[in-house]
């Protein structure tokens, strides 16, 4: 089911790209759709290619495991609109007709502008392009069960069908298919969610496709002395004891115990034992192997497996198990103590485990801000998915999920994702730079989106500034809601008791199947959809940047229509597949930090020369060319230092020559200081002339 | 720079765009006061504000109405005023210069 609603979606949105394609004859039909879009479909078109899986999968599964922190990114990634729409959007139209560079060098005509522009588009281009097809194969991998390559591959051929066929009117009305689809699955699901409302008990046990199964984690009694614990429980042998920081409360120490334990077992056939391992019958081949091994008692069979458990002295000691994924050091991979197959799988995790009293066991349907109150209530308790990663005396790597139980009150305010809050024990410094971190994140967030090189496009494939407006106005309108709606997804994925431990991006669609298939594969498809059109807005400015902006300096002599809309398609072609090769090679990076990382890359290169073009009387050309270099060279730097990447190298990430993730708050300022000073430093040499205004 | 007194057009686009930078820099204000918030009294965020929300929930999705808000406030103050010929909207059909 899902592989053909995943189909029809693709198909649909070659179709319509096909149909509107014919009207992108010419270099103004290729590049900017005519100029002919109206204002309210360029306004929807907005939204989406700007709503990108990021916004979708990212930010829902982002409030799914953090709370209220997911939230943030939804908060920063809609204010920016405000720069857009009051400060660039009109004179961003008035000022120019291709590209982002038109506008910005329509005062001082210098070659110079135009290329520094059009590098800055093509580099942020490929920074958003990275998580955005890294997306893809995250999606397609557990939903049609192929390859995370393939998924890729889909998404680039895809999209340079779209592009290079139908240059922008495809794009846009891809978009706006798009932008339609995504508002309104976004609407379905929370109202969904509000009319299931939130129960203790809702852990569905169903299992489909692309899913994981669910499970009723289980609770031992123990008594504790010392270091040790005793089970009470026949069979059971306590293997090892991990403790490690809690690196979500800072002080607190968990605490895990490998137990050898004993679990049903039953003859299938003359080579393998069938075991009930996690609520599954998973077979087992022979009768021992890593870990594990056959074990009769009372004529009855068992298999003995190893599996960590949570010690958990909150009430009266216990020990809550947990699942594991254990990587021996002779390569074997065991997961919750078997090996791994399509019958042992990660189990889904999270839940609501408490109520305020008077609800009892559920709410029953509530209303949109009654939900919201619910999850707030510092009576509500929320399990969430919590993993810990460290190595064991045998040289085996493990990573625990356990459920992490915490209270309303603090799952909806700032602090589980940025640790804000000055933690005991832990150095002034550490919690002035998480702060800064922060800062930065919300500053890059605020002035990238009005400086993304997909969205300045947009302003000129409608007839006038009016239009640019309204379509902003629409846009805002279409992406508030929809930010507005991320916050029911994510809490309604909690509800559902369905995410996946191993990956937050999976909440949203996890959520849908709680709900049934047919949502579920809708869901998926709208998701892949996603992809498509925030990648054709990205290929089509990168191909506008390099057609109209370098080839003009590049080649340096007048370039015909035809060669131009040739050359913008043959980029395209190449970004496409550029973006393919990319998206394979970087395919463990973390889809919602890389997106973070554009934006504080475009804030930093475009938006001051922007921002000062416009406001400051003394900018001139070199100010310009200068501010765009800087801002692209010390955000892509400090990037490249940050304790993220440093880890990334395999350093200790302390020691990495920047000390925050976010170039942000060093790099925009930078970029404005630089203009400033280098305006200032060539106010009297001859600058080319104006053209006419 | 250019002397000559401002047309009725230019005199308008002029007074959006001093709308726009005050509107934006009230929005920004806001902004950051969230930011600050969250930074410095992360614990405030807690305290129950509207409607049996905290303060988080509603400062949050109150930044997100207010956007939308202020969108609509503009795009009546940018209404083509009476005898203003051709409004601010110069035309460009066709996409070429």
Redesign the interface.
Known sequence: MTVVVFLVFVALVLAVSSYTSRRARG???Y??????IPWGINGIAFAGGYLSVASFLGICGLIAFFG?DG??Y??GF??G???A???IA??M??RG??TFSDALNRTFNHPGIQLAAGLSVLVVSLFYLVPQMVGAGVLVEPLLGIPHYWGVIIVGSVVIVIVAGGGMTSTTYVQFFNGGLLLLVAATLTLAVLARGVGTADRPLEEGAGGVPSYQFRELPVRVQGDSVEVALDGVRTVDRHAVIDRYTGDEALVFYRLSHLVPAVSDGPDGYAADIKGRTVRLDGTSGPGWSVESRDGRQFVRIEEWWRLDTTGPPRLVETQARTVRSDGEVLLNGAPESPANRIRQMGGVSALPARYGERTGSVGP??L??VF?DRDTVVQLPRATTFSTAAGERVTIHYEGALSG??F????LMFP??ARAGEPGITTLLN?LN??SL?LAL?FGTSALPHILIRY?TV?????A??S??VA??GI?LF??LT?YLGVGAVASGALNPETSNMSAPLLARSFGEILFAITSGVAFTTVLATVSGLIMAASGAVAHDLMANIVRRPVSDTAKVRAGRIVAVVVGLVGIVLGIAFRDMNVSFLVGWAFAVAASANLPSLLFM??W?KTTAQGIIASILVGIGSSVALILLSPDMWSRYGFDAATAPMPINQPGIVSIPLSFLVLVIVSLATQNRPQPVPRNS | ?DQRSPTPDESF?RR??A???R??LL??LV?AG??AL???Q??W??VRAL???????TY??G???L??L???I??QL?R?PNGSAG???????????
């Open positions: 270099v103004g039909g590049f900017v759709a005519n100029s002919s209220y939230f943030l939804s908060i809609l204010a609109w405000i720069v729409l009051f400060v009109e004179p139209k008035r007709t291709f801000l009654r919201l109150a707030a009150s603090t909806m305010r700032p602090g804000l809050e702060r922060f800062i919300m605020f000129y007839p006038s500034a009016d239009a407006r309204k902003t106005i805002i309108g508030g930010y507005i916050m416009l406001f009387k | 720079m686009e959006k765009s709308i726009g930078i509107m934006t929005y920004s902004y969230f930011v969250s930074v410095f992360p614990a965020m807690g409607f049996g929300l905290n303060l988080a929930v949050g999705l930044l997100i109405i956007a939308i202020f969108a609509l503009y795009n940018c083509v409004g601010s909207g110069a035309q460009t059909k066709g996409g070429r210069p």
